[in-house]
């Protein structure tokens, strides 16, 4: 597969790996509402992103990202006038960290325009697979043209979605609007309802396709020059007797197949033209914001709610959770929570307070902006506002003396399993992942800070989690990892008993 090059592509493509593990420090002030459907984020998005994938590493269903596109203009809020290495150098760590976030059946979706977009897709095909690619949307955002732009005026941008493993990918297919609905008629009152017809022909070769049909009033039908029949005569004969063929007011036309809208509700499979009728465009999300924010505190390049409530109708369901690390004003996380999704969103700066939170405050309270009509929402949930804490580990690779027990655990299950742990440990043993089983001694789990005690593998505390591991797992019978200061088992007992012991700090490789 041929791979985009540029000039610091070998530092990029290991950036992430750089960033240090940083704790979050929850904001009570800015947090809102009873519950925590949403976790909101100020900080690098990089250093944010890093420091959620041991708690939230392939859980989320579906990632929706606007970053900035690279378009040579100075924004308010942010730089978007970065050199194109910068660029790539900017969004490449960033969508490697993403991808680890995915669910199996989950999707990420990433606005984009013509500066950086062909590049974006050589990039996405490398870090998500090419055959992961879905399809290239082009969203009408402007309905009207400016004859002062000196070649063409631009009226679209583009989403590329693609999927963590395109064969289990979600993908709902969106709800028929009245429009589409209002071509079923009933001309014969058919007691099965509204119908629609299509041609019985289709071009394609059917070795059964060719044989003469008399319709009612005893005129003679073919399928046209060079065309089939799309069933056999067996079919059409018992369709015929269902009643699902029409043959037009009289009896007399050429015969079309019924189909009844009852079976159509279902929904229908999206395009990858959206326009702005179907997906709201800026206008609409600039009066949206208005509504919202005062005149000097308008994000000036939000996307409209329609737009997000699109996606994350095909790509998600009810309770799923949703992650958008390039938040802006805070659209994203706003439309996720009226739609009764869980959500995490991250954004840099002060109008992560101003804007996102302030955004998502009134969301919780219930406010009547976007889709809330459309989806019913009067409020309720919350969120919690989190900023970066300190890192997990110094620049010498020692754990900061503030990490408590709950933190390092984290860590050093991520370490050990690339996966997230969903229930906090109350004692050393961590959990059991295949055939292994993972303790973390570090303190004073064990009520003991002393050398020789809680932070340290002795015969004593080896029992100890034993015991626990077997109440956990009684049949387990694969190797246990043990982190802890210091080992006073010899190196025959550990083998023996198939411990695998690895001492903190420096034998966690989540640190950096």
């Known amino acids: ?143 009207t043209r400016k004859n002062s732009a000196r070649y063409f005026t631009g009226q679209t941008e583009f989403i590329l979605p693609y999927a963590k493993n395109k064969d289990s990918m979600l993908f709902n297919m969106l709800p028929r609007s009245e429009e589409q609905n209002k071509n079923f008629k009933n001309p014969d009152n058919d007691p099965r309802g509204s119908w629609i017809d299509s041609a019985m022909h289709a071009r394609n070769f059917y070795s059964k396709g060719s044989y003469e049909v008399i319709s009612p009033s005893g005129k003679k039908f073919s399928p046209p020059q060079g065309r089939y029949w799309s069933v056999s005569q067996e079919n059409f004969r018992r369709l015929d007797q269902e009643s699902r063929i029409w043959w037009g007011p009289h009896g007399s036309n050429a015969p079309r197949k019924k189909t009844f809208l009852d079976e159509v509700k279902q929904g229908v499979v999206p395009g990858n033209l959206w326009t702005h009728s179907d997906a709201g465009h800026n206008a609409q999300a600039k009066d ?3 509504r919202l924010f005062s005149e000097g505190e308008i994000f000036i390049t939000p996307k409209p709610e329609r737009l997000i409530q699109r996606i994350l109708h095909i790509a998600t369901n009810s309770g799923d959770l949703v992650l958008d690390s390039f938040l802006g ?74 990490i408590l027990f709950a933190d390092l655990a984290h860590h050093v299950w991520f370490s050990e399993t690339r996966q997230p742990m969903i229930v906090p440990p109350t004692g050393p043993l961590l959990g059991v992942h295949g055939e292994r089983a993972v303790a973390l001694l570090y303190n004073g789990i ?63 490789s989540a640190r950096t």
Request: hydrophobic fraction near 40%; include cysteine.
């Open 288 to 290: 949206e914001a208005k």
């Open 329 to 402: 004003s805070g659209t994203t996380a706003a439309v996720a929570h009226k739609m009764g999704r869980r959500w995490i969103g991250v954004e840099m700066g002060e109008h992560a307070r101003t804007h996102c939170a302030l955004r998502l405050q009134k969301v919780v309270e219930g406010e009547q902006g976007g889709i809330s009509k459309d989806v019913g929402w009067e409020g309720g949930g919350g969120f919690r506002f989190c900023a970066l804490g300190s890192a997990v580990f110094d620049e010498d690779g020692r754990i900061d003396s503030a």
């Open 1 to 143: 597969m041929p791979l985009l090059h540029w000039l610091t592509r070998d530092e990029d493509l290991r950036a992430a790996d750089r960033v240090p593990y940083r704790l979050l420090d929850e904001v009570p002030d800015l947090s809102a509402g009873e519950g925590d459907e949403g976790l909101l984020v100020q900080g690098d998005n990089l250093e944010a992103l890093k420091a959620l994938l041991p708690f939230y590493a392939g859980r989320v269903k579906c990632i929706y990202i606007d970053p900035p596109y690279n378009t040579r203009s100075a924004f308010e809020h942010y730089d978007d006038s970065l050199e194109h290495a910068k660029w790539l150098a900017m969004i490449v760590p960033r969508l490697m960290l993403l991808r680890e976030f995915l669910s199996e059946d989950g999707s990420i979706w990433v606005s984009i325009d013509d500066n950086e977009g062909h590049y974006l897709k050589v990039v996405m095909d490398e870090i998500f697979g090419r055959r992961n690619f879905v399809d290239t949307v082009t969203w009408q955002m402007i309905y």
């Open 446 to 508: 064990l009520k003991d800070r002393s050398p020789g005690g809680g932070n340290v593998l002795t015969r004593a505390v080896l029992k100890l989690i034993r015991d626990d591991l077997a109440a956990a797992e009684p049949d387990f019978e694969g190797d246990l990892v043990v982190y802890g200061a210091a080992c006073r088992l010899s190196e025959a007992t550990l083998k023996e008993q198939g411990i695998q012991f690895r001492q903190t700090p420096y034998d966690i």
